[in-house]
């Protein structure tokens, strides 16, 4: 089955830096690759997602970029603030139809934005 | 607030017991996806209904078992538990043919003694 990967476990950044969380996938079957945000106490929460036929997609200070070849995906947040610290976890899965939901996660990364 | 909503918050039982934890999906959304968040084995997919039929399978146990009902909450139920089933258990809902986001619920959290 797919494996997912997520480095770093933990990192620390100023408020303003840029902050890159990276993750490889094993299953080149894979098209869909989600980024989620879990808060403490609460759910994960989708940020942004991308799919195979896309290299790159920004949504304001977050950008995910996809190197098919290279099995790995990239999550980008600049000017990091301190309500960007939570969990951020990446996702793999084979989508299509109902398929999208069946995702096999990264690790996650603890991200801590310092004021 | 996600609109998936998941009850009960939290549960402590003892090992061999049975529990059953609810999940009401967002309005309109017809599959709910079962997940467990734990320290070792991250977040995993367990099992997927689609307007009550199952759709697919992940890494559940069986002693494990859930189901869709008609009007499309959904139910998880834990048997013989052990002390290693301790974890979060995360119910996600999303639209058929969407663009493949997951709404997540906040979570019941069972711990096991």
């Known amino acids: 089955g797919e494996n997912v990967e997520q480095h770093p476990s933990t990192l620390s950044v100023q408020e303003g830096d840029s902050a890159v969380i990276k993750c490889t996938y094993s299953d080149s079957a894979s098209n869909y690759f989600p980024w989620y945000k879990q808060e403490l106490g609460k759910g994960p929460q989708l940020i942004i997602d991308i799919r195979s036929n896309v290299g790159e997609k920004k949504d304001q200070r977050i950008a995910v970029t996809l190197n098919k070849t290279a099995k790995h995906f990239s999550l980008h947040i600049t000017e990091t603030q301190p309500e960007d610290s939570a969990v951020y976890f990446c996702a793999a899965s084979m989508g299509g139809g109902t398929s999208y939901g069946k995702l096999t996660f990264g690790q996650g990364t603890i991200l801590t934005v310092h004021p | 607030d996600s609109g998936v909503t998941q009850t009960p918050k939290h549960l402590i039982t003892a090992t061999g017991q049975r529990v059953t934890l609810r999940c009401s999906p967002r309005s309109g959304d017809l599959s709910v996806y079962w997940y467990q968040q734990s320290l070792d084995q991250g977040l995993q997919f367990l099992i997927q209904?689609?307007?009550?039929?199952?759709?697919a399978k992940g890494n559940i146990l069986e002693r494990f078992s859930a189901q869709q009902f008609p009007d499309l909450h959904s139910e998880l139920n834990l048997s013989s538990l052990e002390l290693g089933d301790s974890a979060l258990y995360f119910c996600a809902s999303s639209v058929m043919g969407g663009t493949g986001e997951l709404f997540f619920g906040e979570g019941s959290r069972l711990t096991v003694l």
């Open positions: 209904y689609y307007n009550g039929e199952e759709r």
